[in-house]
């Protein structure tokens, strides 16, 4: 059993930066892949971007690509999202989920957090 819990949301303009975290509970964290994904109002849950339980691989949407980086610190049971150069578009509640795979697809992944709420105001 994994227990997430997200932070680091808020309100920013567009341009700026935020980094969201997502603290695991349990032993068994760094055996997990990790990813990001994120809900507009009356949109459907989408892929930001995902981790490999080693942290040697990362996979983006891309929407994201060259702006987001996802990053993990096993020691810590921590998965990391820098979001740099944000754009309006980019508001959303912001969900971590651990899964075994680190794929965009949401099926995959086993355990999922409650969310942070990222605006971006233009």
């Known amino acids: 059993q994994v227990q997430l819990v997200e932070s680091g949301g808020g309100l920013v303009q567009a341009g700026g930066s935020l980094r969201l975290s997502c603290a695991a509970s349990?032993?068994?964290?760094?055996?997990?892949?990790m990813g990001w994904f994120r809900q507009a109002p009356g949109k459907e849950r989408e892929f930001v971007a995902a981790?490999?339980?080693?942290?040697?691989?990362?996979y983006y949407a891309d929407s994201v690509k060259g702006r987001f980086t996802i990053s993990r610190d096993n020691a810590k049971n921590t998965v990391y999202l820098q979001m740099n150069s944000l754009k309006p578009e980019d508001t959303a509640v912001y969900y971590c989920?651990?899964?075994?795979?680190?794929?965009?697809?949401?099926?995959?992944?086993?355990?999922w957090g409650q969310g942070t709420q990222v605006t971006v105001s233009s």
């Open positions: 349990g032993r068994t964290f760094s055996s997990y892949a």
């Open positions: 989920a651990a899964g075994q795979l680190g794929s965009y697809y949401l099926g995959e992944y086993d355990y």
């Open positions: 981790i490999s339980w080693s942290g040697g691989s990362t």
